[in-house]
């Protein structure tokens, strides 16, 4: 049998210095912030310069079109409005604030929107007892033993088990009556929460491409039970003959509405069963507008399926995201604008924020890795577990367990163990980290980068 003849290696040269100068370029883009970047303070994002010049509000074309609306709560609002004020309400002329108390918080007004509930329900149903209570002493109707017990409330499968969020669900539908009162003339009604952060030149260039005058109604998908709605903390963007038509078919049903509620535990559900029923079904936005923050995201996730991966998509929201983490991310978005032409994907947000804080061991962190059952009795038996698995990426070693996980997310700081634990451990296998980011950024040339109808 004859063989092939060989190419000279000549000839080959060139293909191999080329693929060696790819990969120096990608892997200096990934790490050429590093320095800039630490966890000296507990931070997981980029901490920029305070001074960064800040790009002009005339730039984000298309934001006059757009009414905010902004949920929160009185328990919450006092510490988590303000950092809205400097970031996602900069430059936005058309937003309104709804809480389930009127107040002033430094300068700008504070809307009760369950001020027109029907009054028999204020008075008889047990989710208005902290209602009435908030409207007659305030924030001071209320003991620092109680206003603890909330905050430390755990969350169920039926909700958060505090008075608060009992509460919220009542928010949604008379929200998304009052929007409309207050803008009736806005092509789009973004609703976002007191821990949402928005990437506004994401956002407007998303909208820029799709038809307002439509009937939409764009969220991350979620479902409970047979109805699929926008998870509310992601942000969802209804468009203006959507809302009229559900407030048409909500007031025109009022006491099926109000009953649905009492009996329900979820707003966004609520809200999205609503519409639905207005006939406007939701039209999935998953990932340009997803539920995470950048530590807890995975952005491989194939959550919206296999051309929905995050790492490929512009970045219009995050989600549970901290008073600095949104100063940071705010900073992060000045920056990029900046020096970039486009906007930035999640994936940029991982090799900018998240590759340069990974380690191949961290003390006193958890990753979340979610795979059990691993036989380990150490941290390092539980790195060599991972080692010894192709496709594991990370490892953490909590309480006693070893979990690993076929995916990469930064994180948290743990909590301090109970008496006769060790710390939390977490690492990451580093050189596959590296591979996947190689690999990630190669599949963009052939994934989508916009969520659109």
């Given at each position: ?7 000279p290696?000549?000839?080959?040269l ?6 060696v ?12 912030f590093h320095e800039?970047?630490?966890?000296s303070?507990g931070?997981?994002l980029?901490?920029?310069r305070?001074d ?7 730039a984000?074309?298309?934001?006059d079109d757009i009414l ?8 919450e609002?006092?510490?988590k409005i303000?950092?809205h004020?400097?970031?996602t309400?900069?430059c936005?002329k058309?937003h309104?604030?709804?809480s389930d108390?009127a107040e002033?918080?430094?300068?700008h ?6 001020d027109e509930v029907?009054?028999s329900?204020?008075?008889q ?6 209602y009435?209570r ?11 033993e109680e ?13 958060r088990d505090?008075p608060?969020?009992r ?8 929200m998304a009556?009052?929007a409309?009162?207050?803008?009736p003339d806005?092509?789009w009604?973004f609703?976002?929460?007191?821990d ?9 260039a998303w909208?820029?491409q799709i038809d307002?005058?439509?009937?939409w109604?764009?969220g991350q998908?979620m479902m ?12 969802f963007?209804?468009?203006?003959s ?10 025109a ?9 009492g009996?329900h535990w979820a707003?966004d559900?609520?809200l999205?069963?609503?519409l639905n029923d207005a006939g406007v ?5 998953f ?5 995470e923050a950048p530590?807890?995201?995975?952005f491989?996730?194939g959550f919206?399926?296999?051309s929905r991966k995050?790492?490929c998509?512009?970045a ?10 949104t100063?940071?991310l ?10 970039n032409t486009?906007?930035?994907?999640h ?11 990974l380690e ?9 890795s979610?795979n059990g059952?691993n036989?380990a009795?150490?941290?390092a038996?539980?790195?060599v577990?991972c ?9 953490s070693?909590?309480?006693g367990?070893c979990?690993?996980a076929?995916f990469i997310?930064?994180?948290y700081?743990s909590?301090?163990p ?9 690492g990451?296998?580093l050189?596959?980290v590296d591979t996947f980011v190689l690999?990630m950024?190669?599949?963009c ?9």
């Amino acid at each position: 049998m004859l063989a092939a003849p060989s190419r000279p290696l000549t000839s080959r040269l060139p293909l191999r210095i080329a693929a060696v100068v790819f990969v120096l370029f990608v892997l200096h883009q990934i790490y050429s912030f590093h320095e800039r970047w630490s966890l000296s303070n507990g931070n997981v994002l980029p901490r920029l310069r305070p001074d960064a010049t800040e790009i002009p509000c005339s730039a984000l074309r298309g934001l006059d079109d757009i009414l905010v609306v902004l949920k929160t709560g009185a328990n919450e609002a006092p510490v988590k409005i303000p950092r809205h004020f400097n970031t996602t309400l900069r430059c936005v002329k058309h937003h309104v604030i709804f809480s389930d108390l009127a107040e002033e918080i430094e300068g700008h007004q504070i809307l009760n929107v369950l001020d027109e509930v029907d009054p028999s329900i204020v008075a008889q149903h047990p989710d208005f007892e902290y209602y009435q209570r908030l409207q007659q002493h305030g924030r001071d109707g209320f003991t620092a033993e109680e206003q603890a017990q909330w905050a430390a409330a755990q969350n169920t499968q039926g909700g958060r088990d505090s008075p608060g969020w009992r509460l919220d669900k009542w928010k949604f539908l008379p929200m998304a009556d009052k929007a409309l009162r207050h803008r009736p003339d806005a092509k789009w009604y973004f609703f976002i929460e007191a821990d949402t952060f928005v990437v506004w030149e994401t956002v407007l260039a998303w909208l820029a491409q799709i038809d307002p005058n439509k009937p939409w109604y764009l969220g991350q998908q979620m479902m409970i039970g047979d109805v699929v709605f926008a998870y509310g903390g992601s942000g969802f963007v209804i468009s203006n003959s959507a809302l009229r038509k559900v407030v048409e078919h909500r007031n025109a049903d009022l006491k099926q509405y109000d009953e649905f509620t009492g009996n329900h535990w979820a707003g966004d559900c609520i809200l999205g069963k609503t519409l639905n029923d207005a006939g406007v079904p939701l039209t999935w936005a998953f990932p340009t507008l997803q539920s995470e923050a950048p530590p807890a995201l995975d952005f491989a996730s194939g959550f919206g399926g296999p051309s929905r991966k995050p790492w490929c998509y512009f970045a219009g929201t995050y989600h549970h995201v901290t008073s600095e983490e949104t100063v940071e991310l705010g900073n992060f978005e000045q920056k990029w604008r900046q020096k970039n032409t486009r906007p930035f994907r999640h994936g940029d947000i991982f090799k900018y924020a998240i590759r340069p804080n990974l380690e191949s061991e961290r003390h006193a962190w958890d990753n979340a890795s979610d795979n059990g059952g691993n036989e380990a009795k150490t941290a390092a038996d539980c790195r060599v577990v991972c080692d010894g698995t192709p496709e594991c990426l990370q490892w953490s070693f909590v309480e006693g367990k070893c979990k690993t996980a076929t995916f990469i997310k930064l994180g948290y700081a743990s909590q301090k163990p109970v008496e006769g634990q060790s710390p939390a451990v977490s690492g990451w296998m580093l050189d596959r980290v590296d591979t996947f980011v190689l690999a990630m950024d190669l599949s963009c040339a052939t994934q989508p980068t916009w969520a659109l109808p």
